[in-house]
């Protein structure tokens, strides 16, 4: 992995057209603005590894009825 | 007992095209959406390059009529939404073995354009919702 060090203000430029800059500092908190082309999709790295497992535990189902469930649903709806 | 899946029978205009795929499947990149009226308003989404692979999917209006999750335009990038008609959400569920615990995914919903049959799981990066909204919330 490429480390660089960069004081508040400055930045870093991925290829021609994504630019990171250090915005605030604050003890162990660096937050970082982020110019990038409408096409690219930034997010926080542990929000899509969340989205990520749990898309594979919810992919897990295989041969369920989802009878139950729908019944379940109708039940609570009727509360 | 026959997989319900094994067999499915789906058109070609059916075919909603997922463009990079799901998170954690970035391969798969074609799903029908699959609905049994007895199920509703539990639905499926099954790859149709797998059958294998499949989603439990909610509207999520249905468990939170105040489900308004902050997406930027350019996350809708892509996707050609030119009317509000033409946008359809999930979110997909997560059945648990005490299906009383089953959630949804409300920090990734699914956007599909049904004109254009193209979809994508948008990523949500807020602290409004969790990965694991519960489903049958009365129940408890």
Redesign the interface.
Known sequence: MLVLTRKLGESIRIGDDIKITVVELDGRHAKLGVEAPKQVIVHREEVYERIQAENKAAALVQKVDLHDIAEMWKQRKTK | ?A??FEKLVFKQEDIISFKDG????EKFHSFVVVT?T?????E?LVCTEDT?????IINPLAIDPGYNPDIT???L??LGFNSADDVLIYV????RTN??E?TA?F??PLFINKKKMVGR?I???SEKYS??EP?????R
Do not use: C, Y
């Open positions: 007992m997989d319900m799901i998170p954690g499947f049994l007895e199920h509703a308003p539990f499926w294998s692979l499949r989603f439990v335009k350019t996350q990038e892509g997909i569920v997560t059945l299906l009383l089953s995914n920090v990734g799981q990523v949500v990066d990965v694991q489903v049958i919330k009365n129940s």
